[in-house]
């Protein structure tokens, strides 16, 4: 059991080069996320997925595209990368039920410097 | 929305009991959630309060009073490997997404 995956771990990327993050999980989770993360700035949601051929946006979405074509895996687009987009990307993933919590499971991050 | 504060940095010395608080501002939420990140790496849940009251698990214990918009973490016993970033969150009822605190940097000294 792998759990969450990210894909690539570090890449430097010149303003205006595009590039996809891959994320794949599994442990058949229904929902995924994107978050970035900037120090003192905690995480913040930038996409999400709550199925198969489902994404929306989440509270800093400007400048990435997602698709969910499968179950496993969940993908975070940056068409122009723009300075403002060097951070850490986390990936996560979660069972849809309510309850306890719906713990969410974070891959181990992809640090992107934007050049 | 949602807004969580909780204090930028914690410490502590070893052995000793810490408590990490969280006060938000929510329009609803199931729950408030707790996770922990080491320096560099992945978030990873900790404890999950859907009710009000306390949540024990080993040495840690998390506090929720929806009255009182506000919760905590308490960490006892503390150990050098407890250093690392605490974070407070709260799952959306609409959305069912979970919004973050800016975290919490716990220092733990010998």
């Known amino acids: 059991n792998a759990g969450v995956t990210q894909t690539p771990k570090f890449r430097v990327l010149k303003t205006g080069q595009s590039m996809t993050l891959l994320c794949a999980q599994d442990?058949?989770?229904?929902?995924m996320y994107w978050y970035r993360q900037d120090p003192g700035m905690g995480l913040r949601l930038i996409h999400y997925?709550?199925?198969?051929?489902?994404?929306a946006k989440g509270e800093v979405p400007d400048g990435y595209n997602v698709s969910r074509l499968k179950k496993q895996n969940f993908l975070l687009g940056l068409e122009s990368a723009a300075p403002s987009q060097t951070s850490v990307y986390f990936c996560?993933?979660?069972?849809?039920?309510?309850?306890?919590?719906?713990?969410?499971?974070f891959g181990p991050g992809t640090r992107l410097l934007v050049l | 929305g949602q807004s969580l504060e909780q204090p930028s940095e914690v410490t502590a010395v070893e052995g000793a009991i810490v408590q990490i608080n969280c006060t938000y501002q929510?329009?609803?939420?199931?729950?408030l959630s707790w996770y922990q990140q080491h320096d560099g790496g992945a978030p990873t849940f900790l404890s999950y309060?859907?009710?009000?009251g306390l949540e024990e698990t080993g040495r840690f214990s998390s506090f929720l009073s929806r009255s009182d918009s506000y919760g905590y973490l308490l960490l006892q016993e503390l150990q050098m490997k407890d250093s690392a970033s605490y974070f407070c969150?709260?799952?959306?009822?609409?959305?069912?997404?979970?919004?973050f605190g800016k975290g919490t940097m716990l220092l733990v000294s010998p």
């Open positions: 969150a709260v799952r959306d009822l609409e959305y069912s997404t979970l919004t």
């Open positions: 929510t329009s609803g939420f199931y729950g």
């Open positions: 309060n859907a009710l009000d």
């Open positions: 997925s709550v199925g198969e051929g489902t994404t």
């Open positions: 996560a993933s979660s069972y849809a039920t309510s309850g306890r919590g719906k713990d969410e499971y």
């Open positions: 442990m058949n989770h229904e929902y």
